[in-house]
């Protein structure tokens, strides 16, 4: 057992280079909730609804931190991931629906993620080939293979070590940040009505859809996944001393990762309240038939060139980044519930198909965007009721074991969001 004069060392106080060390999961994770999907949904409730459904964000992402945080004490107190804790604690039968459900999310998410990517390329660079006589089907085609070669890219950063692939992720966040910070200079939202949206809720039954779609694009299945295996890095190089230095050196990590996750969630929530405020602000009251696009192409003659590049700037590297995080998170899904070996790059490239398919047959990639949030929404629970079970369970956790205030707020989380989606089924089944 260590002294007791060394374990006041394995436990410091914040100091910030040593915070900063442990920076980079949490913005990994938190670049899934600023993905393209959040882009449609969030500029369609915002276009259609104002600032009425500020309020979701603020909810969704309170349950953010506290399923983010779950997920990353689960992977810091077991050195496994969600999906091979589930595999090894629970039936056969129950792993293979929790893995199938898990797989239409990673599905859902890769293909909008994608498409925004795409939809990035085709309005930075697709007016100018339009008349040049391509059709759009042609461009996006085009633009869905050169965000393919870009994702392959990042994705081998992860060869100069697991610090290279977080740096670069949070580089597309702060480019994100940045893009929003321009925006919201431009506009002149009702910060009267900004506050008391935010903090009031508002709900009837013509948004219902699209709120549900924000939770779906707020809070994502398969970064809760991701989230337990991007802290085993770290974890595992602790794994050093007596037993007692490695429990303090882990109380010490799970420290440095709850302000991880707290401030990755919050940088997350400020850039979608600020999508909703600009949409609100720019189009208020008007339906958009496409809102990404549509976004696009108004806010050029209503804000300036600058607010036009920025929003179309920050739709690539949303895309970008979130279909390499996609694509991780799948790897982490189909190896840790099948306990197989799978090539991260092979997964990139067979979740390319639909994506393509989609494309190729001229579907509107817009509406596919917040049909996938829905799905998304519906595979929650089958994410977080496993967490809750497992970060509940003493004999696995230990001293990691929820403390009841924390396990009552995640069931209470879980039931919010499965009512939300049966009353959107119900309001679906009676049109």
């Known amino acids: 057992m260590a002294s007791s004069t060394t374990e006041p060392e394995l436990l410091p106080r914040l100091k910030s280079k040593q915070l900063w060390s442990y920076f980079g999961p949490a913005f990994v994770a938190s670049i899934a909730y600023i993905d393209p999907g959040n882009f449609a949904a969030n500029f369609d409730g915002g276009a259609r609804f104002g600032y009425k459904l500020l309020w979701v964000l603020l909810w969704s992402n309170a349950m953010a931190i506290l399923i983010q945080y779950l997920a990353a004490k689960l992977g810091i107190a077991t050195g496994k991931s969600l999906p091979e804790n589930c595999r090894d604690h629970f039936r056969k039968p129950v792993v293979l629906i929790l893995w199938l459900a898990a797989e239409i999310a990673a599905l859902a998410t890769d293909m ?77 939202p009702s910060w009267s009505q900004v506050t008391y949206h935010t903090l009031v809720p508002t709900i009837d039954g013509s948004s219902v859809y699209i709120a549900v779609a924000m939770l779906g694009a707020t809070v994502m299945p398969h970064v809760v996944y991701l989230h337990s295996s991007l802290v085993q890095p770290r974890r595992r190089e602790e794994n050093i001393g007596t037993p007692r230095q490695r429990l303090v050196l882990r109380l010490r990590h799970l420290r440095f990762e709850t302000i991880d996750v707290f401030a990755a969630m919050n940088a ?57 995080v996609g694509t991780m998170a799948g790897q982490i899904i189909i190896e840790g519930f099948l306990d197989i070996k799978f090539s991260i790059f092979l997964r990139r490239l067979l979740t390319l198909i639909p994506a393509i398919a989609v494309i190729a047959s001229g579907l509107d990639p817009l509406k596919i965007l917040i049909l996938s949030q829905v799905v998304l929404s519906f595979a929650l ?22 403390r009841r205030p924390t396990h009552m707020l995640g069931w209470v989380t879980v039931s919010i969001i499965v009512a939300l989606n049966g009353f959107l089924l119900w309001q679906s089944l009676v049109g």
């Open 112 to 188: 909008a993620e994608f498409l925004g990517a795409a939809l990035g390329f085709y309005l930075l660079f697709g007016p100018r080939f339009l008349l040049y006589g391509w059709s759009r089907t042609e461009i996006l085609l085009v633009a869905a293979l050169l965000a393919a070669l870009c994702v392959f890219a990042i994705l081998a950063l992860e060869l100069w070590g697991y610090r290279t692939l977080e740096r670069a992720i949070m580089g597309f966040v702060c480019v994100i940040g940045v893009c929003y910070a321009i925006e919201m200079l431009m506009i002149r």
């Open 268 to 324: 997350a929530w400020l850039v979608n309240s600020a999508m909703i405020v600009v949409a609100a602000a720019a189009f208020g009251g008007h339906v958009l038939a496409n809102p990404i696009e549509d976004a696009h192409r108004t806010l050029g003659p209503l804000l300036g060139p600058a607010s036009a590049m920025a929003f179309a700037i920050a739709l690539l590297c949303s895309g970008l980044s979130s279909s390499t």
């Open 381 to 402: 629970p089958f994410a977080l009721i496993p967490l809750l079970l497992l970060t509940g369970n003493k004999a696995l956790m230990g001293p990691f074991t929820n």
